[in-house]
């Protein structure tokens, strides 16, 4: 900060005026013997503190908590500075008070309100043979700012925390006598709305009444509290007293419990969400899967009609957005079952790149991939989901005959995904929300505003990051960006559907959905495997003991009686050498991920599709 005009220097004019000042500071001086007993007291404009008021000669410990008034005690004897916040009755209420030390011998403690303080009268108080520290010292060792000017705008006092906080390249006694404004000239430059803080400051003397608590904020990030006293006429001084508090820690501290606050309310929706997606999941789920299960059977006929075709291709279509919008609720409350491995994304893209299409409607999808496989560490389930939420979100943003284009590229470590849109574009604000719970631009009814959160989710969890650039008419850009990872061992190129997934083997199908069992077993006999059924878990094991052990054991997880989990433990004791496939639509990481560390345990989500459920079956019996 620039230097200021320097006054006559060397004078604290007379001490008796400016103690005047005192008694109107709204903060408590309290002056206490090494022993612990106040003998004086001077401030202290709050209603709060009224208990002090008969403070006179009295232990601290009678006036604030033991345990504070203790170390106030041992700080005081010590000649150390230090601060303690306490919980105390105040009037009518309970108050927040924060006791600071001013060390150094002083015997002062400076006692705040951090309660809503209400106006009171300046306290007389009674003479007493207690000698306080001389004046000038005593207000130097405050931590708040004081200024005290004549009703000429002169500087009559400064204390040495004043020019810290306006960074015065000058000692206190030296601005004495000088105006006013070369101090407010220098300070512009350290306040951030000059225009307002000296505009209130006029204000204050024009109305010649004592000030609100206001809020002032620096450059540097600094918060500080300021109120204006106007000496009283009885006071023999005509002027104005201006204080200064910083309050940075205390506004820091509420901005950091408000954000906690504000992620305890993300978890309460996700926990509140996840109650509700659990109780409709498994029933739903179960549902999609026979419809799914049985439309894909039809459309793998030969000869079929190409009306009925394209009809069931709408069912189709219906089946995963409805299937979406239940993995969305289970991933955003985290009870999504993962089975992260390492994948080839460009492999990912080219199995979903027709569903992909298809979603878009009119509009057209352009895919670019390099040639070599971009292997990634993702949930199968869930990257698929990704590519779906973004498809649509850009759908939803594109004209007639719009253009969504998908790209993968390699920039060293890192694998990039790029969607990007030639749609209507977003604003700032927008795209400063684009990843809250529940924000949506849509009208009711058509987005339930958690598709970019969860991509967000998922791809944080993967160890990856998404950003989003986007300008009103000119498109908008999303940008995953992965960690690369090494080919997997023994790998070849990535699985597709159609491949080898016929069997003769025998298998224990445990399922108490009469659809889905039925759909498993035309799934199962229509591939080659010969397949037993059971209701429970009690069906089950009575199959068992009864018949020849199976090949392999598929088993819902949520089950009447014992559930499927448990039915697995049960069953690595009878069959060990039997491999198991859960399958659920509602299930937790923390219910299976004990039994997916076994690797003759597999999982898939409902809804699966024949292809994904043969999949897993086949893997499972050739690992």
Known sequence: MPDVPTGKGGAFLEESATARALPLFPDLLLFVDRSGVVRNFVGGTSGAFAVFADGHGRALTSLIPRGVATEVVDALREGRPAGFEFVAPAASAVHRFEARVVGHGSECVVVRDLGSPAPAPAREHAPTEFRSPPLPRLLDELDTGILVESEDRRIHYANRSFCRIFEIDALPEELVGIDYSSVANAAVSLVADPATFFADIEKCIATGCKSDVRRLELVDGRVFEWDYTPF????????????YRDVTDRVEAGQALHAAERRLREVQKREAVGRVAGAVAHEFNNDLTAILGFVELLLAREGLDPDVRERLDGIRGAGLRASSLTQQLLSFSRRRVLQPCILDLNGVLEVQRGLLSRLLGSGTLEVHTESEPMWVRFDPGEIEHVLMNLVLNARDALSDNGCVRIETRREGATIVLLVQDDGVGMDEETVARIFEPFFTTKGIGEGTGLGLAIVKDVVTDAGGRV?????????????????ARDRPEGSEAPARVGDRVRGRESVLVVEDEDSIRDLVAEILHGNGYRSRSAVDAREALEAIETGPPPDIVLSDVVLPGMR????????????????????SGHSTNAELRALLADPAIGFVSKPFTPSALLGAIRGLLDR
Request: no cysteine.
């Open 232 to 243: 009283p006429p009885d006071s023999g001084f005509s002027g104005h007293l201006w204080q």
């Open 467 to 483: 950003a989003v650039t986007s300008k009103l008419g000119q498109g908008t850009t999303f940008r995953i960006e992965l960690p």
């Open 564 to 583: 499927g989990s448990e039915l697995a433990v049960d069953l690595r004791e009878r069959l060990p050498g039997v491999p198991i496939l859960l399958f």
